[in-house]
């Protein structure tokens, strides 16, 4: 169980540093400042209906 949650810690570790590295270069921050009220409910909205399909909840 403990290898489990050192590799969960490890790559959520590696996800913090990837985003980080890209949303200090310029150009990916200005994109993500104007168009974040827009993407954050789309990637959001995205996830929930994906998680809802995988699961069965529709009955698909």
Do not use: D, N, Q
């Amino acid at each position: 169980m403990s290898v489990y949650a050192v590799v969960f810690l490890t790559l959520v570790a590696v996800w913090c540093f990837a985003g980080r590295f890209f949303a200090i270069r310029s150009v990916v921050a200005k994109a993500l400042s104007r168009w974040r009220h827009i993407l954050l409910p789309l990637v959001l909205i995205a996830i929930g209906l994906l998680i809802l399909i995988e699961g069965g909840a529709f009955g698909v």
